[in-house]
């Protein structure tokens, strides 16, 4: 393995910028000369995106960015000690000393331990010394990859073992030293894992106390022994990012919080975890937990009600994203294939016919019956995949809050959703629901004899039995109710000639729930004028309607893409840069749902910027007077739109201004909560 670390990644004494931004650009770059990068724009935008979920500034005059990026070609550090320090976020000041850790996006397990290395060596006093006194580059390099292990050090002379610390009796149990195991984990596992880890256990020493860790790092981890985990008197989680294997842990009281405050405050971590020990009442790891990769089965503490529901919601959609992006892109390819008229008879198609048997009848497919079959089987496999998209939602939301008993009350729950004609609003309700109900029911103390059957029998009988009765019971009218009204309402409106009203108004209601009850009474009003009219005038009314309720739909995607990927891609998530990329083609193909991951995770941002580009969409489609007579396809139908210019300015125009609102909010409006949430569920989403 060469040298992760070299003289011409090594800046000395200089002021490299007024804020953190213009440091980690500038490292970026020296990484980019140094050959070890491709694109120093794409290393400081995902080192960046990592600063912006939890600042990496240390006690001490520390900070260490660092990402994983795709553009790095070899895991590099670079370092600078600065004049003037910088502020990266510490509490008790700027940083002076800062180290760029960049990882490839595939980086080896070898390269990580080597990184992992260093941040331990940070939290060494006689390390950070060392490079403060550092006269040149070359010390610097050598005193690094001795930390680091890729220089040799000469043994330093024996020294008389410290005693050990004695526990204090407030740190004693049944009169012996506590014993306490802990966990830690970060986002990108690399660096603030193993410092926490370190801190823990320097601190446990100090305190008299038995304490035992386990970082759970980007390059693996090493599970404790089961005998420590039973023994131990409490567990502590400084961990941003899910605990793997949490059964291990059932039963024992534990404490949680940011893997931060394990650096930051480790005595006062094990201060709170002896207390929750000796609280009969206090927190506990829910005995209902599974799953290598399980998510967090009880809501962390110190965590605001806003961060925790947005992590659940992350959680719950990064399961459903595969759903929406392999069956939208089915359904736009079997539009391409098949025509805009696939959809009359495509089951009809599959079931009768195969490929020596190709349909004779009813042909729409611009290549003829061989087109019409496979356009019909990619239109259903799509759409059969999309049907799964909201139970799969509520699934996954109860599954972020309960485990794995929490599935089968969340996914009837959002099946219930779509028979209530609820969408994606009433599966994250119904979700929700069934998340806490098997959570709750988790908690419970139930006979010895009965504890095997909780997890498979009844918290999924009981938890779906009340979260379905509840949105059976109490949703399903009401929605009905407002469809009802609102198709009444548009129906009369457009009866006045107020046509640019009913653009704006359907625009609005395309763009407010994505695929739910208000997005789907647009759309069959849409539809069901649609199917009335006749073609001999293609600018009648309905066919006004149905272009401006296709474009209005396809903004939130494209807007989404837009932003996410091409005009702010350091405010958004990487995970939310994937479903961007994936959005650009859903949005092309009029599948809202495209924009379903971003409106479920920051709703109170996107769904307002949303309205505004889908009534600017709406209005516009409308004035200009654009027809479809296409009940779908997006722009893959463009030969049954007239004219198309206006439906691409009326598009565009609407995309615009919804991704800079986006953007504007996501920059100015609220961000602190979001990025604690999205540091916390990003990497469940990954």
């Given amino acids: 393995m060469s040298d992760t670390i070299t003289p011409e990644l090594v800046v000395l004494d200089e002021d490299l910028g007024a804020d ?50 795709p553009a790095v070609s070899q895991a590099s550090l670079a370092f600078a000690r600065l004049k003037p320090a910088v502020a990266f976020g510490a509490a008790d000041g700027p940083a002076d000393l800062v180290f760029l850790i960049a990882a490839p996006a595939d980086a080896a397990e070898e390269h990580l331990a080597v990184l992992s290395r260093l941040a331990r060596s ?76 370190d801190a823990l256990t320097a601190a446990g020493k100090e305190q008299g106390i038995d304490l035992i860790v386990e970082p759970q790092g980007s390059s693996g981890y090493k599970a404790l022994p089961q005998s420590v985990i039973d023994d131990a008197d409490a567990v502590i ?10 059964q291990r842990f059932a039963g024992k009281p534990v404490v949680r919080s940011g893997v931060k405050r394990g650096i930051e405050q480790p005595v006062a971590l094990i201060t709170e975890a002896l207390a929750a020990a000796k609280d009969p009442s206090g927190a506990r790891v829910p005995a209902a937990s599974g799953g290598a990769s399980a998510a967090s ?29 392999g069956g939208g892109l089915l359904i736009a390819l079997g539009f391409l294939l098949g025509g805009y008229q696939v959809t009359a008879d495509a089951g009809k198609v599959i079931i009768d016919n195969s490929l020596w048997n190709l349909p004779t009848e009813n042909i729409t497919s ?8 496979l356009g019909s089987v990619a239109f259903m496999i799509g759409a059969t995949s999309m049907g799964f998209l909201v139970s799969a939602l509520a699934g996954y939301i109860a599954f972020a809050i309960a485990d794995r008993p929490g599935i089968a009350p969340g996914f009837v729950a959002g099946a219930v959703a779509v ?3 609820a969408g994606f609003i009433g599966g994250i309700i119904g979700g929700l629901l069934a998340g806490f109900i098997a959570w709750w029911l988790g908690r419970l103390n139930p006979p010895r004899w009965l504890r095997g059957l909780m997890p498979v029998v009844i918290i999924p009988l009981v938890g779906s039995i009340i979260a379905s009765g509840l949105m059976i019971l109490f949703l399903g009218r009401p929605i009905a109710a407002l469809m009802d009204a609102l198709n009444v309402g548009l129906t009369d409106l457009a009866g006045t000639g107020a046509i640019v009203v009913v653009g704006i108004i359907l625009g609005l209601m395309m763009c407010f729930d994505l695929g739910g009850p208000v997005n789907k009474v647009a759309y069959a009003f849409a539809t069901a004028g649609l199917a009335s009219a006749s073609t001999a005038d293609i600018h009648a009314v ?16 494209l807007a989404m893409a837009l932003a996410s990927t091409v005009l702010a891609r350091g405010l958004f998530t990487p995970v939310e840069k994937e479903n961007g990329k994936a959005a650009w083609l ?23 910027a949303n309205l505004i580009g889908g009534a600017v969409t709406g209005g516009l489609s409308m004035a200009l007077g654009v027809s479809s007579l296409a009940p779908h396809g997006g722009i893959f139908v463009f030969f049954a739109i007239d004219p198309i210019w206006g439906f691409l300015i009326a598009l565009v125009a609407g995309t615009l201004v919804t991704a800079l609102a986006v953007v504007a909010l996501k920059k100015w409006v609220g961000r602190k909560e979001l990025v604690q949430a999205q540091a916390a569920a990003a990497p469940v989403a990954a």
């Fill in 297 to 325: 089965s009880a809501p962390a503490q110190n965590e605001r009600w806003g961060a925790k529901i947005q992590r659940i919601l992350l959680t719950g959609v990064s399961y459903m994203i595969p759903f929406v992006a």
């Fill in 122 to 197: 940070l939290m060494q006093e006689s390390f950070t010394s060392e490079l403060r006194q550092a006269p040149d580059a070359a010390v610097v390099v050598s005193t690094v990859r001795q930390a680091i292990g890729e220089e040799q050090v000469a043994a330093p002379a024996a020294t008389p073992a410290a005693p050990a610390a004695s526990a204090s009796p407030a740190l004693e149990v049944d009169g012996r030293p506590a014993r306490i195991v802990a966990v830690t984990a970060c986002a990108t596992g690399i660096a603030h894992t193993f410092m926490a880890a």
């Fill in 237 to 246: 989680f400084a961990v941003d990012v899910d605990v793997r294997e949490p």
């Fill in 542 to 557: 309905p066919f006004l309607i149905m272009a401006a309720v296709m474009a209005a739909g396809m903004v939130p995607p």
């Fill in 366 to 373: 611009p290549l003829g019956p061989i087109g019409q079959y």
């Fill in 586 to 608: 859903l949005g092309a193909a009029f599948i809202s749902e495209g924009a379903i991951p971003f409106a479920a995770a920051d709703p109170l941002r996107v769904i307002p």
């Fill in 20 to 69: 953190k931004a213009a440091v980690i650009r500038a490292l970026a770059a020296r990484v980019v000369a140094a050959g070890r990068a491709t694109d120093a724009e794409a290393l400081f935008a995902d080192a960046w995106a990592r600063e912006e979920k939890d600042e990496t500034g240390l006690p001490g005059g520390i900070a260490i960015p660092h990402a994983k990026s």
């Fill in 419 to 421: 028979l209530m004609n």
